[in-house]
C-alpha cells in the first residue's frame, strides 16, 4: 500500500546558477517556497527537474539538500530516470538514504525495450531498492510504450505503490485507471492541467511544476473534487488549463487556442502510437519562479537554453492575466 498521501506534487525545477552549475540555496528555497504552500509532496529530479542531465554526484547533492530540507514535512519523491536496473538500483537506495518516500521510476529506451523486459526491471527494483516504487509511465519521453494492461501488471507488483500516470489520451487515461482499480496502487495525474478529469477516474491528485506556479488554486481544485463539486471544479480547472497551456507553449498564443489545441488531443478518437519527445518547457517554468520571486535563475542545462527575452516576457504577461505574479 502507497505511503503517499492523496493531493498535488510539486516538481522541482532544479536551480542552477548562471554557469549552470548546481544552486543548492536556491534550491532550498524552491523547496521552502513549496512546503510554505501546503503541498502533498515534492519531486525533485523529474523530469522538468532536469534529472536525466546531471551527474551521479549532483543527483546525490540535490537529493540530499532536498531530505534535510523537506525533513517530513511532505513527501518527497525523487525521480529515478535510469536506462538500466542497476543504475536504478543504486540511485533508489541513495535516496532512501537521504529520507526519500518513493522514487519515481522511469525506464527511457537506449535499445529497444519490451514488455518483459520493464517487468523484469520494475520486479528486480521493487524486491531490493527498499522504499516504494513510484512508476513513471511517461512514453513520449522515455519511447517505452505499454498498453493498459500492461501497466496494470506492472502496479501489481508488491512494492510498486504508485503511479504518475503522463499519457494525456482520455480513453487510455480511463482504461488503465479502471485496470489499476483495487490493485491498491494510488494513481497520479501527470499534469494539474487535467485534474479535474483525473479525479473523475479516482485519480488521487497531480505530479505537476503547475503546482508550484499556482499552487494556491491548484489546491482549490483538488479540494473541490474530493468534495464532489464538479461544476465550480471545472470552471477552475478550465482556467488554470488556459493559463498553464499557454505559459509553456512559450509563445505568444490565444489563451483559449492554446488550452483547445491540448484537449482535442486529451479528446482525441484514438490513441496515437507515435512517439513524439516533445521539447521541455523547464526554461519557461523556471522563468515563471524567478518572476514570483523565487531567489533562482532561468538557466538551463545544456544543450537546451535558457528563454528568450520575448519569452520572459510572454510569461509574465500570462502570469499576470492569470492573477498568479
Known sequence: ?????????????????????????????????????????VVVLGSNGE?????????????????????????LVAGCIAVGTQPALEFSRMAKGAGCDSVLAALPAYFGLDFPEALRHYRYLAEHAGLEITLYYVPDNTGLSLKPEEIAELVSIRGVDSMKLTRFHRDFMLQTTQLCAGKECKVFIGTSLLLFEGSKMDGKGSFCPINLVAPEEVTELFSLCQNQRWEAAFALQEKIRRG?????????????????????????????AVIHHPKPAHHLLKEALRLKGIPISNQVRLPYDRVTPQQSEWVKKALKDFGWL
Open 1 to 41: 500500500m502507497s505511503r503517499l498521501p492523496d493531493g498535488n506534487y510539486a516538481i522541482i525545477l532544479t536551480p542552477l546558477t548562471e554557469n549552470r552549475e548546481l544552486d543548492l540555496n536556491g534550491l532550498e528555497a524552491e523547496l521552502e517556497y513549496a512546503l510554505s504552500k501546503k503541498v502533498a509532496g
Open 51 to 75: 534529472g536525466p542531465y546531471f551527474t551521479d554526484r549532483e543527483k546525490a547533492m540535490v537529493v540530499k539538500k532536498a531530505g534535510e530540507t523537506v525533513k517530513g514535512k511532505a513527501a
Open 244 to 272: 498553464g497551456a499557454a505559459l509553456i507553449s512559450g509563445r505568444e498564443l490565444d489563451y483559449d487556442l492554446a488550452k483547445n489545441g491540448f484537449m482535442d488531443g486529451f479528446n482525441a478518437p484514438s490513441a496515437s
